[in-house]
């Protein structure tokens, strides 16, 4: 079955500075999904990445995808408070059914 | 437009008791998806359902079953409760199957005592 493994588990950052977050899978990423979560809520829907090298950015959220490597990393630039949380990343197994696995999450804590 | 709906919020329950929890997907959608997620851990696949029907099933034992209605809400249900299954439960809707995003509701909190 399919693992991703996401790196570093938490984080703590200043408001201001860049940050990363990985994402590597164990086998052929199919479609790879970045979400946010709130402590005991619902995931939010970032983006969406299909195709090696494929670079989506959304405000100050960039994601890309690493085919050959099996890797996704988001990035996120100039960190605001609002940032914090737990950051999901979820993939595609194929298949006919499409069911999403998960990393464990990292948590990130953006200090003022 | 209403997001992903689950109800109820919380739910206490107590060992071997049964527990239906529901999910209304957003308009348009016609997958659901049903996941667990525990504390400290990313969510796990439990069902897919797509057109009523049931398209993919995670590894839970028997007494996790679901369902899908003609207007595309689901139901999990789940018998004979074990303390384990103590859980943020989570539902999400796609439009349809594969490379598309599913997007979640806020979850049902299920507590067993």
């Known amino acids: 079955s399919q693992e991703l493994e996401q790196s570093p588990q938490s984080l703590i950052v200043q408001e201001g500075k860049n940050l990363t977050i990985n994402c590597t899978s164990s086998?052929?990423?199919?479609?790879l999904y970045w979400y946010k979560q709130k402590y005991g809520e619902g995931l939010i829907f970032l983006m969406m990445l299909q195709k090696g090298g494929e670079e989506k950015s959304h405000e100050k959220i960039t994601a890309k995808l690493d085919e050959k490597k099996q890797q996704s990393s988001l990035h996120i630039t100039a960190s605001q408070p609002s940032h914090a949380g737990i950051y999901l990343c979820g993939a595609d197994s194929g298949g006919s059914n499409y069911k999403l696995t998960f990393g464990k999450g990292t948590l990130l804590t953006v200090n003022p | 437009d209403a997001g992903v709906t689950q109800s109820p919020t919380h739910l206490i329950k107590t060992r071997g008791q049964h527990v239906t929890l529901r999910c209304s997907p957003i308009s348009g959608h016609k997958s659901v998806s049903w996941y667990q997620q525990v504390l400290g851990q990313g969510p796990q696949f439990i069902f897919q359902?797509?057109?009523?029907?049931?398209?993919g099933r995670g590894n839970f034992p028997d007494r996790f079953s679901a369902r899908q209605f003609p207007n595309y809400s689901s139901e999990l249900n789940v018998n004979a409760l074990l303390l384990g299954d103590s859980a943020l439960y989570l539902c999400?809707?796609?439009?349809?199957?594969?490379?598309?995003?599913?997007?979640f509701g806020d979850g049902t909190r299920l507590s067993i005592l």
């Open positions: 999400a809707s796609s439009q349809g199957v594969g490379n598309q995003p599913q997007h």
């Open positions: 086998k052929t990423l199919y479609g």
């Open positions: 359902y797509y057109e009523k029907e049931e398209r």
